[in-house]
T-cell receptor, first 113, second 108 residues
Protein backbone atom coordinates (compact mmCIF):
# COMPACT_ATOMS: atom_id res chain seq x y z
CA UNK A 1 0.00 0.00 0.00
CA UNK A 2 1.29 3.42 -0.93
CA UNK A 3 2.08 5.71 1.94
CA UNK A 4 2.82 9.37 2.51
CA UNK A 5 3.55 10.01 6.15
CA UNK A 6 3.55 13.38 7.85
CA UNK A 7 5.36 13.14 11.12
CA UNK A 8 3.13 15.41 13.18
CA UNK A 9 -0.66 15.54 12.97
CA UNK A 10 -1.02 18.43 15.42
CA UNK A 11 1.52 21.06 16.47
CA UNK A 12 1.27 24.15 18.63
CA UNK A 13 4.11 26.66 18.34
CA UNK A 14 4.81 30.19 19.48
CA UNK A 15 5.40 33.20 17.28
CA UNK A 16 9.03 33.41 16.21
CA UNK A 17 9.79 29.71 16.67
CA UNK A 18 11.43 27.71 13.91
CA UNK A 19 9.12 24.92 12.77
CA UNK A 20 9.93 21.78 10.80
CA UNK A 21 7.22 19.76 9.08
CA UNK A 22 8.43 16.42 7.81
CA UNK A 23 7.02 14.29 5.02
CA UNK A 24 8.19 10.84 4.00
CA UNK A 25 6.96 8.70 1.10
CA UNK A 26 7.72 5.06 0.48
CA UNK A 27 6.84 4.90 -3.22
CA UNK A 28 10.15 6.08 -4.72
CA UNK A 29 8.36 9.10 -6.18
CA UNK A 30 10.42 11.84 -7.79
CA UNK A 31 7.97 14.71 -7.25
CA UNK A 32 6.88 16.00 -3.86
CA UNK A 33 4.67 18.92 -2.89
CA UNK A 34 3.70 21.04 0.09
CA UNK A 35 0.30 22.72 0.22
CA UNK A 36 -1.54 24.69 2.84
CA UNK A 37 -5.29 24.57 3.15
CA UNK A 38 -7.40 27.31 4.66
CA UNK A 39 -11.18 27.70 4.81
CA UNK A 40 -12.46 29.59 1.80
CA UNK A 41 -9.05 29.57 0.08
CA UNK A 42 -8.73 25.91 -0.84
CA UNK A 43 -5.34 24.26 -1.35
CA UNK A 44 -2.49 26.56 -2.22
CA UNK A 45 0.87 25.33 -3.41
CA UNK A 46 3.81 26.45 -1.26
CA UNK A 47 6.78 24.60 -2.75
CA UNK A 48 7.43 21.54 -4.84
CA UNK A 49 10.40 19.40 -5.71
CA UNK A 50 10.96 17.49 -8.94
CA UNK A 51 13.78 15.41 -7.50
CA UNK A 52 16.44 15.26 -4.83
CA UNK A 53 18.00 18.66 -4.04
CA UNK A 54 15.62 20.37 -6.46
CA UNK A 55 12.96 22.84 -5.40
CA UNK A 56 10.57 25.23 -7.05
CA UNK A 57 8.43 27.98 -5.57
CA UNK A 58 4.71 27.58 -5.71
CA UNK A 59 2.11 30.29 -5.36
CA UNK A 60 2.77 31.28 -1.74
CA UNK A 61 6.44 30.59 -0.82
CA UNK A 62 6.94 33.66 1.36
CA UNK A 63 7.86 32.77 4.93
CA UNK A 64 8.67 29.15 4.03
CA UNK A 65 11.65 27.16 2.84
CA UNK A 66 12.09 23.49 1.97
CA UNK A 67 14.72 20.80 2.01
CA UNK A 68 14.98 17.64 -0.11
CA UNK A 69 18.24 15.89 0.76
CA UNK A 70 16.87 12.38 0.20
CA UNK A 71 14.38 11.20 -2.34
CA UNK A 72 11.87 9.95 0.18
CA UNK A 73 11.85 13.00 2.46
CA UNK A 74 10.61 16.55 1.85
CA UNK A 75 10.72 19.01 4.72
CA UNK A 76 8.88 22.30 5.06
CA UNK A 77 10.54 24.90 7.26
CA UNK A 78 9.01 27.96 8.83
CA UNK A 79 12.03 30.03 9.78
CA UNK A 80 10.11 32.30 12.16
CA UNK A 81 6.53 31.20 12.64
CA UNK A 82 3.78 33.82 12.58
CA UNK A 83 0.12 33.61 13.51
CA UNK A 84 -0.93 33.87 9.86
CA UNK A 85 0.82 30.57 9.23
CA UNK A 86 -1.74 28.77 11.37
CA UNK A 87 -3.17 26.30 8.90
CA UNK A 88 -3.49 22.71 7.72
CA UNK A 89 -0.37 21.63 5.83
CA UNK A 90 -0.61 18.80 3.32
CA UNK A 91 2.24 16.90 1.70
CA UNK A 92 1.84 14.95 -1.54
CA UNK A 93 3.97 12.90 -3.91
CA UNK A 94 3.78 11.37 -7.36
CA UNK A 95 5.94 9.81 -10.05
CA UNK A 96 7.42 12.16 -12.62
CA UNK A 97 5.75 10.46 -15.58
CA UNK A 98 2.67 12.04 -17.14
CA UNK A 99 0.38 9.33 -15.82
CA UNK A 100 1.39 9.84 -12.22
CA UNK A 101 -1.32 9.83 -9.59
CA UNK A 102 -0.95 12.24 -6.68
CA UNK A 103 -0.96 10.76 -3.17
CA UNK A 104 -1.47 12.77 0.01
CA UNK A 105 -0.49 12.44 3.62
CA UNK A 106 -2.97 12.90 6.46
CA UNK A 107 -2.02 16.51 7.02
CA UNK A 108 -0.38 18.50 9.82
CA UNK A 109 -2.53 20.98 11.71
CA UNK A 110 -0.27 23.83 12.87
CA UNK A 111 -1.38 26.44 15.36
CA UNK A 112 0.90 29.41 15.97
CA UNK A 113 0.13 31.36 19.14
CA UNK B 1 -1.48 30.34 -14.74
CA UNK B 2 -4.03 27.58 -14.62
CA UNK B 3 -7.29 28.47 -12.86
CA UNK B 4 -9.52 25.67 -11.56
CA UNK B 5 -13.13 26.31 -10.59
CA UNK B 6 -15.60 23.98 -8.93
CA UNK B 7 -19.32 24.54 -8.95
CA UNK B 8 -21.35 24.33 -6.80
CA UNK B 9 -19.42 25.20 -3.65
CA UNK B 10 -21.88 23.19 -1.57
CA UNK B 11 -24.58 20.68 -2.33
CA UNK B 12 -27.14 18.94 -0.14
CA UNK B 13 -29.18 16.02 -1.48
CA UNK B 14 -31.39 13.27 -0.08
CA UNK B 15 -30.02 9.76 0.02
CA UNK B 16 -30.42 7.83 -3.21
CA UNK B 17 -30.13 10.76 -5.59
CA UNK B 18 -27.75 10.77 -8.53
CA UNK B 19 -25.64 13.91 -8.65
CA UNK B 20 -23.03 15.71 -10.72
CA UNK B 21 -20.11 17.79 -9.52
CA UNK B 22 -18.37 20.14 -11.93
CA UNK B 23 -14.77 21.15 -12.43
CA UNK B 24 -13.59 23.66 -15.03
CA UNK B 25 -10.06 24.73 -15.95
CA UNK B 26 -8.67 27.51 -18.10
CA UNK B 27 -5.68 25.86 -19.79
CA UNK B 28 -6.56 22.72 -21.77
CA UNK B 29 -2.93 21.61 -22.09
CA UNK B 30 -3.09 19.16 -19.22
CA UNK B 31 -1.57 15.71 -18.70
CA UNK B 32 -4.37 14.45 -16.52
CA UNK B 33 -7.10 15.40 -14.09
CA UNK B 34 -7.63 13.83 -10.70
CA UNK B 35 -10.67 13.80 -8.41
CA UNK B 36 -10.22 13.57 -4.64
CA UNK B 37 -12.37 13.18 -1.59
CA UNK B 38 -11.55 14.89 1.72
CA UNK B 39 -13.19 14.12 5.04
CA UNK B 40 -13.06 16.82 7.75
CA UNK B 41 -9.60 17.23 9.27
CA UNK B 42 -8.07 14.59 7.03
CA UNK B 43 -5.87 14.42 3.96
CA UNK B 44 -7.09 13.89 0.42
CA UNK B 45 -7.99 10.46 -0.91
CA UNK B 46 -7.70 9.85 -4.63
CA UNK B 47 -10.93 8.75 -6.31
CA UNK B 48 -10.28 8.79 -10.03
CA UNK B 49 -7.49 9.79 -12.37
CA UNK B 50 -8.28 10.60 -16.00
CA UNK B 51 -5.45 10.85 -18.49
CA UNK B 52 -5.62 13.57 -21.13
CA UNK B 53 -6.24 10.95 -23.83
CA UNK B 54 -9.24 9.49 -22.00
CA UNK B 55 -12.84 10.63 -21.96
CA UNK B 56 -13.96 8.97 -18.76
CA UNK B 57 -13.07 6.71 -15.85
CA UNK B 58 -15.32 4.64 -13.63
CA UNK B 59 -14.95 3.23 -10.16
CA UNK B 60 -17.98 1.66 -8.54
CA UNK B 61 -20.71 4.31 -8.25
CA UNK B 62 -18.37 7.04 -9.46
CA UNK B 63 -17.86 8.13 -13.03
CA UNK B 64 -15.62 10.99 -14.09
CA UNK B 65 -15.58 12.52 -17.54
CA UNK B 66 -13.10 14.84 -19.19
CA UNK B 67 -13.60 17.26 -22.06
CA UNK B 68 -10.27 18.97 -22.60
CA UNK B 69 -11.42 21.17 -25.45
CA UNK B 70 -14.06 22.84 -23.30
CA UNK B 71 -11.94 22.74 -20.13
CA UNK B 72 -14.43 20.68 -18.14
CA UNK B 73 -14.67 17.58 -16.04
CA UNK B 74 -17.65 16.14 -14.21
CA UNK B 75 -17.86 13.66 -11.36
CA UNK B 76 -21.07 11.66 -11.38
CA UNK B 77 -22.11 9.90 -8.18
CA UNK B 78 -24.87 7.33 -8.56
CA UNK B 79 -27.30 6.41 -5.79
CA UNK B 80 -25.72 8.70 -3.21
CA UNK B 81 -25.31 7.53 0.38
CA UNK B 82 -24.73 9.40 3.66
CA UNK B 83 -21.17 8.00 3.65
CA UNK B 84 -20.51 10.01 0.48
CA UNK B 85 -20.72 13.21 2.53
CA UNK B 86 -17.34 14.92 2.17
CA UNK B 87 -15.60 17.65 0.20
CA UNK B 88 -14.72 16.72 -3.37
CA UNK B 89 -11.79 18.40 -5.10
CA UNK B 90 -10.35 18.25 -8.58
CA UNK B 91 -6.77 18.93 -9.59
CA UNK B 92 -5.17 19.31 -13.01
CA UNK B 93 -1.68 18.44 -14.06
CA UNK B 94 0.77 19.96 -15.22
CA UNK B 95 1.04 22.00 -12.11
CA UNK B 96 -1.42 20.29 -9.74
CA UNK B 97 -3.56 23.28 -8.98
CA UNK B 98 -6.79 22.59 -7.17
CA UNK B 99 -10.31 23.84 -7.25
CA UNK B 100 -11.80 25.07 -3.97
CA UNK B 101 -13.95 21.96 -3.75
CA UNK B 102 -17.61 21.06 -3.47
CA UNK B 103 -18.89 20.22 0.01
CA UNK B 104 -21.43 17.44 -0.39
CA UNK B 105 -23.98 16.48 2.24
CA UNK B 106 -26.16 13.42 1.67
CA UNK B 107 -29.10 13.33 4.07
CA UNK B 108 -30.53 10.00 5.24
Amino acid sequence: DVKVTQSSRYLVKRTGEKVFLECVQDMDHENMFWYRQDPGLGLRLIYFSYDVKMKEKGDIPEGYSVSREKKERFSLILESASTNQTSMYLCASRTSGGAGELFFGEGSRLTVL
Amino acid sequence: KQEVTQIPAALSVPEGENLVLNCSFTDSAIYNLQWFRQDPGKGLTSLLLIQSSQREQTSGRLNASLDKSSGRSTLYIAASQPGDSATYLCAVRNDMRFGAGTRLTVKP
